[in-house]
C-alpha cells in the first residue's frame, strides 16, 4: 500500500478520519486520528473541524463553527467578541460625550 501523503510504500497504513486519506505511520497522528495535511489545517480553536478561514484578527485558522463572516473578511469566536467588547466601548464614549 502506498501513503497518500508521501507516496512510500509501506505495510501498514492508517485511515485519517477527516478526509479518508490512507496513509503511513509517520504522517497520522493517532491520537486525534488524522493526517498530517488535515493537522495542519483543523481549526486553531476547536481543534475538530478542518479549518475553512483565516481569523483577520489573529490570523489563526478558524473552521465554519468558530468563525463569523465579517464583510469580506472572517472573525474568529474569540475575535469577534473582543471587537464587539470595543465596538460597545466606543459607543459608550461617545454617548457620555453627548
Ligand atoms: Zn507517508
Ligand atoms: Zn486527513
Ligand atoms: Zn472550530
Ligand atoms: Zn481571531
Known sequence: MKCEICGKEVTETYTCKLCGRRV??????KGSGICEICKETLCA??????AIAICNE???LVCEDCS????VGYLCK??????????K????VSNSRL
Open 45 to 50: 480553536l476547536c481543534k475538530v473541524r478542518l
Open 78 to 87: 474569540d475575535c469577534a467578541k473582543e471587537v464587539d467588547k470595543r465596538r
Open 24 to 29: 503511513c505511520k509517520e504522517d497520522f497522528d
Open 68 to 71: 463569523i463572516k465579517v464583510g
Open 58 to 60: 489573529c490570523g489563526r
Open 89 to 92: 466601548r466606543v459607543k459608550t
